[in-house]
């Protein structure tokens, strides 16, 4: 299953759960669609950031469904 550390994996509608940086420590997992990906590059081992529709930012842990 793909765990979104790469980038060719996320799309823009995918439904994601993010970790936001103030999770971090907590690892509280925010639920959301992705508005855009942010990171440039094509792999990162802690996620790759997106922002989603509500505007929160955070690291993609698991990809629920792609749209």
Do not use: C, W, Y
Request: proline share 3%.
């Amino acid at each position: 299953m793909p765990d979104g550390r790469n980038r060719n994996e996320i799309k823009i509608g995918s439904e994601v759960e993010v970790v936001q940086k103030q999770d971090q420590r907590t690892g509280d997992l925010t639920n959301g669609f992705v508005k855009k990906i942010l990171t440039k590059s094509s792999f990162h081992p802690h996620g790759i950031k997106v922002m989603l529709e509500t505007g929160e930012v955070g690291r993609v842990k698991e990809i629920l469904q792609e749209d």
